[in-house]
């Protein structure tokens, strides 16, 4: 190991107890805020209906700097009495299935109905330029420009699942707005999107009749969590081929362990273009809720996902004080390239990495003021 490994990995201590980050970021060497925020009075701004307000405040809780992530800790707790009201759902499919087209015509419906409906609508981020199109919007037309609905689109950001790193904190910050009903929309890349299933009241997948095996979506995985099946373009020439499609499914979903065992998931076919089906699948939706709640099933549900996604925050939390520690990220940066040279096996990394941010912490060089990623 040469003279910048031992620079890198030399100051691994094993035994110091975790400060906080209030700690770190009252320490000597932190910057001061670039601003004044008063979560309190954003916070009444978003109740109040503020749509810029808003708009902001989802930024804010995107942004991965340690000083927003403060801000946004401290918005998210003031609004928290305001959330959780909300019906939570979450649509997938693969691309093409007719996600967003059906997702502007729904929501229009439960508009008329009397609803106020924010869309979270999750674009996937390139691997190579970091970039989204961001286009789920503009397929969106009716509801984008309607003023009992909001739209947001967001990146992936490289998170997985289908959806976006600070889903669950848009969702929170849009049901204070008062937005009765919730759509997220995942990215629709295929079978991995289950993640938006640990975070929704009800989750709904989208397939499409005549791609193909009809029972290609019969996996273990994304139909086995599904609390409602859809058939989407059963209309003009492809209505049978749809029907047959939904029996089949119908017939294999019968042989798997359902999500729940209060709910037995239906298979309906729906038209997004010709909004054949979606009062159909409205009272479905409405029907799981209801059964949920009857049972207690949908209370529990709340309370796993609440701690779930503490745990998650946990994790990006941990991450980002870590690489906040200038020692950890040299030793990060280090042990990067020994891993992809084959000098050093990926677990024996991870150890070194920890192990320089475990001294760091006992010496008090962490700040507080890095950047997750």
């Known amino acids: 190991m040469n003279w910048c490994r031992q620079m890198c990995y030399g100051f691994a201590p094993l035994n110091c107890w975790i400060l906080t980050l209030t700690s770190t970021n009252s320490s000597a060497g932190a910057k001061p805020s670039r601003r004044s925020f008063d979560a309190e ?3 009444a701004a978003i109740k109040a209906g503020d749509r810029a307000t808003l708009a902001r405040a989802i930024t804010l809780v995107e942004s991965t700097k340690r000083a927003h992530q403060v801000e946004a800790a401290a918005l998210l707790q003031a609004i928290n009495a305001e959330t959780g009201q909300a019906h939570r759902i979450g649509i997938t499919g693969v691309p093409g299935v007719g996600k967003s087209t059906t997702i502007d015509r729904f929501g229009m419906d439960l508009i008329a109905a ?3 409906v924010a869309v979270l609508a999750v674009d996937p981020t390139s691997s190579r330029s970091g970039g989204s199109i961001l286009g789920d919007k503009t397929r969106m037309s009716r509801l984008a420009v309607n003023e009992n609905a909001f739209v947001r689109p967001s990146p992936t950001s490289g998170t997985l699942g289908g959806v976006a790193r600070k889903t669950r904190e848009t969702m929170a910050l849009v049901e204070a707005a008062g937005f009765d009903i919730v759509i997220v929309e995942t990215v629709g890349v295929g079978q991995s999107e289950t993640t938006v299933a640990e975070m929704v009241d009800t989750f709904v997948v989208l397939l499409l009749a005549g791609g193909g095996d009809e029972l290609q979506g019969i996996k273990k995985g994304i139909i086995e969590l599904a609390d409602l099946i859809a058939i989407n373009k059963a209309d003009g020439d492809n209505l049978a081929r749809a029907e047959r499609s939904a029996a089949d499914y119908r017939g ?12 037995q998931p239906p298979v309906l076919t729906v038209s997004g273009l010709t909004g054949g089906g979606l009062d159909a699948r409205w009272a479905q939706i409405q029907s799981h809720r209801d059964r949920l709640r009857a049972t207690g099933e949908f209370s529990e549900r709340r309370r796993a996902q609440a701690v779930r996604w503490m ?8 991450r980002a004080l ?25 677990s024996a990394a991870v150890g070194l990495v920890i192990g320089q941010f475990v001294g760091a912490l006992g010496a008090g060089n962490t700040d507080g003021q890095g950047s997750a990623t």
């Open 41 to 43: 009075r954003t916070a």
């Open 114 to 116: 009397g609803h106020r």
């Open 252 to 263: 294999a979903l019968s042989l798997l362990t359902p999500a729940s065992a209060n709910w």
């Open 311 to 318: 745990h998650d925050m946990l994790s990006d939390q941990l």
């Open 322 to 346: 870590m690489l906040a520690a200038p020692e950890v990220a040299a030793t990060l940066k280090c042990a990067e390239e020994d891993v992809r040279a084959g000098k050093l096996a990926p």
